[in-house]
């Protein structure tokens, strides 16, 4: 497949992916009503711990980057794809046997609910997604999450009517997200061989996969743990109103991050040749970006949420706003953490000081939860999370202070904040003397642009610039030299190739020369188009990307395919 058809085909699923919640969630919120989502959210939250350590991460990292190592030899990537299978299926079964015992003491009133929730515990069992990520043949995951989404969301609205049919809601989601992993087994054949699989090679897999799911447990823990807890301790509207904020804050902080997994790659091949200087500098600079997008849309949206949620969400849901209005600002510590623990900490070889960050904000989240929750209902699940992600970024910063220098993630930090400030006073303005519409939500966003560029424009913002004049730092990897270079290798450029949905084009270029993502696009030879702007010549460069198969799992962890 051609870079063009690549760069539209992804770009289509990424805007399908930050749409679709905007096209859904009115309709299940008007049709189910706070309580109906409230125990989808709750029922989901109780099984995707059993779906946590029945997989032990071999969905995401660990099997990705065990066929990666191999892709190349049809033998050992088939012997490693039947160990990680039946390595999976023992604790698979395991968890759910474990779950079929615990549903003896869950309430009874939902118990048919999650008998049809836990047809997601047999889906991760037969994803063989992580497959194909590590041998990079993308094109097959994104055509089935593209169909089953879309096919997901016809049913939604043909199936579900009203509150009686939360069953076939939840149905639905379980089902298209089985059958869409059962669809990937029909490529198998052509990528693998039937090998008897090792009972003492599954063993070191165990040791291995622990190794590197431990740090995943903190992070998944409170990320679900706080619904949970909303339901525990409070009742399962609660959980319906505090799930909706965090869908809505969810999928605005997917544009925030995506630029985040794939600086992964640059920084660790910087770090990896030695040149530690130069990974620093693009750490500054990606952290300025994150905090140019972040501060804005953190306080864009806390600013249009009174006009915005009513009409959304329809009557009844105002607590919504104010749960946004509280937990919003986790966009801005996410985008942070995301640097520098994603761009920096990983790359640097401190992992274990990453883990610490996760299990300390687990630590603070689950305290914070037992005693504000069952006082503050999913207000207090809102704190929660919030003291949560802060935790994380402020642990991080402590951690990485001695290895950055802190000031400098800072230097503009006053411009972003000032110019979104005087944004939100626009926005606001405008909501006083126009009523609840999308009309006034449209008028809102963009008066909200205008002024924000415009004022960064006036106080002369470098990243604002950059940004216009479509300077962004890309990404290429592995043991090539940058883009532009010579065959001495001495010469330095910069490559424009953004994630999308981030995907900045080039300017007067045809379609062909647009910049594909470096990750999603499997184009042949791994080739990722770019932009030599060394010396400001619009040149199309191509670069292999040998550590593709490490960000793999963080970007398409936005691209969940199960939920219209």
């Not at 920084?267 to 130069?278: E, N, Q, T």
Request: charged fraction near 15%; charge should be positive.
């Amino acid at each position: 497949m051609s870079i063009s058809k690549n760069y539209i085909y992804n770009l289509l699923y990424q805007l399908l992916v930050i749409i679709t919640p905007f096209i859904t969630t009115p309709y299940i919120a008007r049709v189910l009503g706070s309580e109906g989502i409230g125990i989808s959210a709750f029922t989901d939250s109780i099984v995707q711990y059993f779906i946590l350590f029945g997989t032990l991460g071999i969905n995401n990292l660990y099997g990705i980057r065990t066929i990666a190592y191999v892709k190349d030899d049809i033998n050992k990537r088939s012997k490693a794809f039947w160990e990680l299978m039946l390595f999976k299926f023992i604790i698979i079964a395991f968890s759910l046997l474990i779950f079929s015992l615990s549903l003896l003491y869950f309430e009874p009133k939902y118990r048919i609910i999650f008998w049809i929730q836990s047809i997601n515990i047999l889906a991760a069992l037969f994803d063989v997604s992580w497959f194909f990520m590590g041998i990079e043949e993308l094109k097959k995951i994104v055509t089935r999450n593209i169909f089953v989404k879309i096919v997901g969301i016809i049913l939604l609205f043909i199936l579900v009517k009203d509150s009686n049919d939360l069953w076939i809601f939840i149905s639905i989601l379980v089902l298209s997200n089985l059958i869409g992993n059962l669809s990937l087994w029909l490529y198998l054949p052509k990528h693998i061989k039937i090998i008897k699989p090792s009972i003492e090679e599954i063993k070191k897999h165990l040791v291995l996969a622990i190794s590197l799911f431990i740090p995943q447990i903190a992070t998944q823990i409170y990320v679900i743990l706080d619904k949970t807890m909303v339901g525990v301790f409070a009742n399962q509207s609660e959980v319906g109103f505090y799930d909706l904020s965090q869908r809505i804050i969810r999928v605005v902080l997917t544009i925030v991050t995506s630029t985040s997994f794939v600086m992964l790659p640059k920084v660790s091949h910087l770090i990896a040749k030695g040149d530690i200087d130069k990974a620093k500098e693009y750490v500054y600079k990606s952290f300025c970006f994150a905090s140019y997008l972040a501060i804005p849309i953190t306080i864009g949206l806390i600013g249009i949420s009174f006009e915005f949620i009513p009409w959304f969400l329809g009557k009844n849901f105002d607590k919504v706003i104010y749960l946004i209005i509280i937990s919003a600002p986790i966009i801005v510590a996410i985008a942070w953490s995301n640097v520098i623990g994603i761009q920096f900490m990983i790359p640097s070889g401190i992992e274990k000081l990453l883990t610490i960050s996760y299990f300390i904000a687990a630590f603070t989240n689950i305290s914070v939860n037992f005693l504000l929750i069952p006082k503050y209902l999913s207000f207090g699940g809102a704190i929660g999370i919030l003291m949560a992600e802060f935790i994380v970024i402020i642990t991080q910063f402590y951690l990485v202070r001695n290895y950055i220098q802190l000031n400098k993630l800072f230097y503009e930090f006053w411009k972003y904040l000032f110019a979104s400030i005087l944004m939100f006073t626009v926005i606001r303005i405008i909501g006083f003397y126009m009523n609840v519409s999308i009309l006034t939500t449209i008028i809102q966003v963009i008066a909200a642009d205008i002024v924000y560029v415009g004022i960064l424009i006036l106080i002369k913002s470098e990243t604002n610039k950059m940004v216009i004049n479509l300077e962004i730092i890309a990404i290429h990897g592995g043991k090539y030299p940058p883009a532009g270079t010579g065959r001495n290798r001495t010469e330095r450029s910069k490559t424009c190739c953004i994630s999308s949905p981030l995907l900045l084009a080039k300017k007067d270029a045809p379609l062909t020369e647009q910049p594909a993502h470096p990750v999603l696009c499997g184009a042949a030879g791994n080739a990722c188009c770019g932009v030599d702007i060394s010396d400001r010549k619009k040149t199309l460069v191509k670069r292999d990307l040998p550590h593709q198969a490490q960000v793999l799992a963080p970007v398409l962890k936005h691209a969940r395919h199960n939920d219209p």
